[in-house]
């Protein structure tokens, strides 16, 4: 079993309609980040956190360490948001620079 | 700032031959690392350093070795290329001492091994 899980592997979307990608991951972390990973191939961060909620314009992206489990949101989805949406985890034994990724999230939002 | 810059862009290799992926970065970011990102597989972690004169093996290192002798540039080597290196190469840096700072990615290099 993969230590972290995406989920849907590929979304379709209409301009305007709220997205949901969820990361479930199985070992005990120091920190979530979710990437975003352009059509042209770069990868930017788009959030880090160990608890609780992080919002930055359209995009919210929540955390539930008991659950293992953290989503992202995207309101009012747009064209430009379509990208793959990827899950790393940083463990919290040993170096938390060994992050573990999730295979990442296409998605295609149209007019 | 440029960020993370990585070069080339493109590479196409026989097998057997050698190159360098260069990594540079203008942040003066202690931790730097590899990945390569394959078709249906997440990022994975081919080596890492914590500092200038400190590397270590990540996930995937075998065919790859890295020095770094600055706290700006991770070259990483390929000493004999096979087709299974084909794939796409990140190179990405953050801050250590913080588990939560962000990862600053280069553009990635796509080499194809024949």
């Known amino acids: 079993k993969n230590e972290v899980e995406q989920s849907p592997q590929n979304l379709t979307a209409q301009e305007g309609e709220f997205i949901t990608i969820n990361c479930s991951y199985s070992v005990g972390i120091s920190a979530l980040h979710w990437l975003q990973q352009h059509p042209g191939g770069g990868i930017v961060s788009l959030f880090m956190?160990?608890?609780g909620k992080k919002k930055h314009g359209r995009l919210i992206a929540t955390i539930n360490i008991q659950e293992k489990h953290s989503s992202l949101h995207i309101t009012a989805s747009h064209p430009r948001d379509s990208a793959v949406y990827i899950c790393?985890?940083?463990?919290?034994?040993?170096?938390?620079?060994?992050?573990?990724f999730g295979t990442g999230t296409r998605l295609q939002v149209t007019l | 700032n440029a960020g993370v810059t990585q070069t080339p862009k493109f590479q196409v290799l026989k097998t057997g031959q050698s190159m360098t992926l260069q990594c540079a970065q203008d942040m003066n970011h202690e931790y730097m690392s590899w990945y390569r990102q394959d078709p249906g597989m997440g990022l994975r972690l081919i080596h890492y350093?914590?500092?200038?004169?400190?590397?270590d093996q990540g996930e995937v290192p075998n065919g790859y070795n890295v020095s770094r002798s600055t706290t700006e540039d991770f070259p990483l080597r390929l000493l004999s290329a096979a087709p299974s290196q084909t794939s796409v190469y990140f190179c990405a840096s953050r801050v250590m001492g913080q588990n939560n700072s962000p990862l600053h990615f280069g553009n990635g290099t796509r080499l194809t091994v024949t």
């Open positions: 350093s914590v500092g200038a004169g400190i590397t």
């Open positions: 956190l160990s608890s």
């Open positions: 790393a985890v940083g463990p919290n034994t040993g170096t938390a620079s060994k992050l573990t």
